[in-house]
Nanobody
Framework: VQLQASGGGLVRPGASLRLACSGS????????IGWFRQAPGKEREGMQC????????YWPKHRAGRFTIVRDRVKHMVYLQMTNLRPDDTAVYYC???????????????WGPGTQVTVSS
């Protein structure tokens, strides 16, 4: 079952967005969920991951700060709350699942088409 990232759009610098990951209640409740993004002309990069127990891992280059990952087990959703968006945040954003956040990106699965976030004035 694909995980669907949604909530993207065109926003101005400094705005906030909340992306949502949905699709498989079981995966969203019991697997590690990672958020990734791919900017134009660049490789896809991992940003943050939340384990099934609720521990957040910040992958290199994406320290805690403007983005926060949140899991809602009641709604079977995982969110990426993004604040103070900048033009260099423009990318397609994806969520995917794995057994644990320590797994390499290539072992994450259930990739969906992603959601476009464009930050521009």
């Amino acid at each position: 079952v694909q995980l669907q990232a949604s909530g993207g759009g065109l926003v101005r610098p400094g705005a906030s967005l909340r992306l949502a990951c949905s699709g498989s209640d079981f995966a969203l409740d019991y697997y590690a969920i990672g958020w990734f993004r791919q900017a134009p002309g660049k490789e896809r990069e991992g940003m943050q991951c939340m384990s099934s127990s609720g521990v957040t891992t910040y992958w290199p280059k994406h320290r805690a700060g403007r983005f926060t990952i949140v899991r809602d087990r009641v709604k079977h959703m995982v969110y990426l709350q993004m604040t103070n968006l900048r033009p260099d945040d423009t990318a397609v954003y994806y969520c995917a699942s794995a057994g644990g956040c320590e797994e390499p990106q290539r072992d994450f699965g259930s990739w969906g088409p992603g959601t476009q976030v464009t930050v521009s004035s």
